[in-house]
């Protein structure tokens, strides 16, 4: 009795280890399961139509989840294995940082400041800062036209500063909770333009809702490089994330993701940028 007592501990034990196993222990939350390709948990935006964007039956569409999902094919993992996080702009850093997702594709613009904490692959997009008009609106060509007229972006928004004090100061600058508010305002006439990355833009004025209502006026008032974002150090992450980028360039998937995110718009995008980070 005294052995099969011994034997029924040790299956036991052996069983429960393998559980242990196959649930995933490992540190790193961003990817988890036995040999790290059960899950993999990646960072986007879930309110910017055409880039990132959680639907109402919850689904996830936009450039930045039809390239993440790219990626993370080369990577290893289906579209099932993928869970998505929302990645708001302030908190991009800190779920990089604390592994709370294994990298981060969310209209992140690279900069120094940012690098500092994180790192970078890509580019794989370049965006501009550029005006969203009515579409039976002709006055507005350049950023000087918005002098005397109401410029709409959300609330401590750079690309609205960025036209008020270096480009139109007699703007009426109008500050919003968020770029849907914009929208029904440049809907209704109470303001004349709205204000932010041409990608964002083009988004917005592609959905069904929108179509044919808006412009973009096709000003490149800024420079955006989006990367997308690892934790700091990881040489390894970042020349996998690189090389799946260079071949969704080269196999047409990347021209063929922007026309069906962008396209209704009228988007004229950049051709897919150098990649410059890790090199």
Known sequence: MKVFKTGAVAAIAV?????ATACGGGSDKGSEGSGGKDKVVIGIKFDQPGVGLKTQDGKYTGFDVDV???VAKELGYQPDQIEWKQAVSAERENLIANGDVKFVVASYS?????????DFAGPYFLAH???????DDSSITKAEDLNKKKLCSVTGSTSAQN??????PEADLLEQGGYSECLTGLENKKVDALTTDNSILAGYASQDANKGKFKLVGLSLSNENYGIGLKKGDKDLQTKINAALKKMVSDGAWEAAVKKNFGPADY?????PQITEGS
């Open 110 to 118: 690279i900069n120094d400041k940012r690098k500092e904490k994180v």
């Open 68 to 70: 993440a999902t790219y």
């Open 129 to 135: 800062q550029d005006l969203l008009v009515r579409a």
């Open 268 to 272: 004229k995008n950049e051709p897919a």
């Open 163 to 168: 036209v008020k004090t270096k480009l139109a």
């Open 15 to 19: 069983a429960l280890a393998l559980t």
